[in-house]
């Protein structure tokens, strides 16, 4: 991923010349920055002062970019006139967006946000609009000009965690070069991750939340926190102990339940789901006791879950993407960690059957349904203009038909590669549903079939669709008649070259007998000039 790596917005003296920002690929590779943005708050008024699009421009071999004045050395790809960057209480912020027009004096958004950091170079002074906004439940960086003597900067030394201000600290200016961290601040990524979470069922004989990491990780100094959306506090709080298993497993079971490996822990009055959206977090500390608000600060992990669709995102939205549960169900339903796609390494979680201490049950490519369908809609403009929400907005709406039709347990992350376009007033909308098994794809497929040939209308964000027959036919269908047409064509190229061949074939017979077989010339009568002309 993309990080904002060093930012030096204040230099000694007064020429301002050798501020800089300094990004960082974590693959350490040269990356295309294509669809990448990078954006400079003013915190007085919460608006952008520069903006930069970054398409057309690419990292170094080791995955540096960095952006600043002519004095900056080594040469910065993208130059800045000297005292650009202003000195805080100020923001700067990576975007990634194909959709979204970044532009100067626009207020400050968390549209597209990829990774922030929210500085001052002033003690007193504050933003507090930027860090609710861009780095929401944190305080803001100070940049301590009394740490050297010489210049110096905000380096990220703690983690690779985005949009988390606690990864930077104060040190020698580096650009284009490795942070001059200390010895204990060394660049790694969190060692263990949430895997899967199984709360929802009113019978579920037992409830646990699965950790993954590297078999043998301690987990001595880690707490999981649990927390009530309704106020964004903690209402419990455990300290972990014991190790990773052999399976790079740990499940720690709640209500009394039993774990995995022998290395559970219990605790009892976690409620399933309360009203409202609810999180369940991983912290580096045990300082986060009930009553606390929730933070990023030390946060390794976070899945933040609720019963009720409306409610999803809400106060907790800032710990991640909420997921709802069907918790009025009385099968027992997990989140599971699982792959978004093939093509991409970020992870979601899906709804699926527990798996506590085994491999998660994920959605898979082999149980794919393709879903085409067109819908009838009076105004393009809109789909045009806010692409990425209605998009949003429809597979919510599938996903609830599916789940309201079927019950088969599918979340947004069932949905690969949907995408739409608008032309005139039709919505043409692709992409793949996937199944579990093939009992659910069998399901998939129903429910697809119906939806497609109900005439009944629906809304999604506040439009009225309606399904269009133009896309009802079915994909193999298309391709035999597209087969079909490519087909004649062949025939027709095939007579047309065949018939050029057997052209060919008989005037070469015909030379050849000429050849074989020369007139006598004695016996040719001359004709004058006056019989050819008659005759012509």
């Given at each position: 991923k993309l990080l904002i790596n060093e930012v030096n917005p204040d230099n000694p003296g007064g020429e301002e010349d050798a501020e800089y920002i300094e990004l960082f690929y974590t693959g350490q590779t040269r990356f295309d920055l294509q669809g990448y943005w990078l954006v400079l708050y003013n915190g007085k008024n919460n608006r952008a002062y520069q903006v930069l699009d970054l398409s057309g421009h690419h990292t170094d071999e080791l995955g540096y970019f960095l952006v600043g004045s002519s004095a900056v050395h080594p040469a910065p790809m993208i130059r800045l006139p000297p005292n650009t960057i202003q000195n805080g209480a100020d923001a700067v912020a990576l975007y990634c967006s194909n959709t979204t027009l970044y532009t100067v004096n626009m207020a400050v958004t968390a549209e597209g946000l990829v990774d922030a950091v929210v500085y001052t170079s002033r003690m007193p002074e504050k933003a507090d609009q930027l860090v609710k906004v861009l780095v929401p439940g944190q305080s803001i960086l100070y940049e301590n000009d009394s740490h050297s003597t010489e210049d110096e900067s905000l380096s990220r030394c703690h983690s690779l965690s985005t949009k988390l201000q606690s990864s930077f600290q104060v040190t020698m200016v580096t650009p284009l070069g490795e942070n001059f961290?200390?010895?204990?601040?060394?660049?790694?990524?969190?060692?263990?991750?949430?895997?899967?979470?199984?709360?929802?069922?009113?019978?579920?004989?037992?409830?646990?939340v699965e950790l993954e990491g590297k078999p043998g990780t301690s987990l001595v100094g880690l707490s999981l926190v649990f927390f009530s959306g309704s106020e964004d506090k903690a209402h419990a709080s455990v300290p972990l102990r014991g190790t990773i298993g052999a399976t790079g497993l740990f499940v720690f079971a709640l209500d009394g339940g039993h774990g995995h490996d022998g290395t559970n822990l219990t605790f009892k009055d976690i409620t399933a789901a309360s009203k409202g959206s609810s999180a369940i977090a991983v912290y580096s500390t045990s300082l986060i006791t009930g009553g606390t608000k929730a933070t990023l600060e030390n946060l390794v992990d976070a899945v933040v879950y609720t019963c009720e669709p409306s409610t999803a995102g809400g106060h907790l939205d800032f710990l991640g993407p909420s997921y709802t549960v069907p918790c009025k169900d009385d099968r027992p339903v997990s989140l599971s960690r699982c792959a978004c796609s093939n093509a991409s390494t970020e992870l979601q979680f899906a709804i699926s059957d527990p798996t506590p201490g085994l491999q998660n049950s994920c959605p898979q490519d082999a149980f794919a349904?393709?879903?085409?369908?067109?819908?009838?809609?009076?105004?393009?403009?809109?789909?045009?203009?806010?692409?990425?929400?209605?998009?949003?907005?429809?597979?919510?709406?599938?996903?609830?038909?599916?789940?309201?039709?079927?019950?088969?347990?599918?979340?947004?992350?069932?949905?690969q590669e949907l995408n739409l376009t608008c032309v005139g007033s039709l919505v043409q909308v692709w992409g793949q549903v996937w199944a579990q098994q093939l009992e659910q794809q069998q399901s998939i497929e129903t429910w697809r079939q119906g939806f497609m040939a109900s005439p009944d209308p629906f809304s999604v964000d506040g439009r009225v669709l309606k399904i269009s027959p133009e896309c009802i036919a079915p994909k193999n269908t298309l391709s035999v008649s597209h087969s079909g047409a490519s087909f004649q064509g062949w025939e027709i190229a095939l007579f047309v070259v065949g018939s050029l061949l057997l052209m060919f074939l008989l005037v070469s017979l015909a030379f050849c007998f000429i050849k074989r077989h020369p007139q006598n010339y004695t016996n040719i009568e001359m004709n004058d000039c006056g019989e050819i002309a008659a005759d012509f």
């Open positions: 961290c200390s010895s204990s601040s060394v660049l790694v990524p969190p060692a263990i991750r949430i895997s899967e979470l199984c709360l929802a069922g009113s019978t579920t004989p037992y409830r646990f349904v393709d879903l085409h369908l067109c819908l009838l809609t009076p105004n393009c403009s809109m789909w045009t203009l806010h692409h990425r929400r209605l998009l949003e907005s429809l597979g919510k709406v599938l996903v609830s038909s599916l789940e309201e039709k079927c019950s088969c347990g599918v979340s947004e992350l069932y949905l």
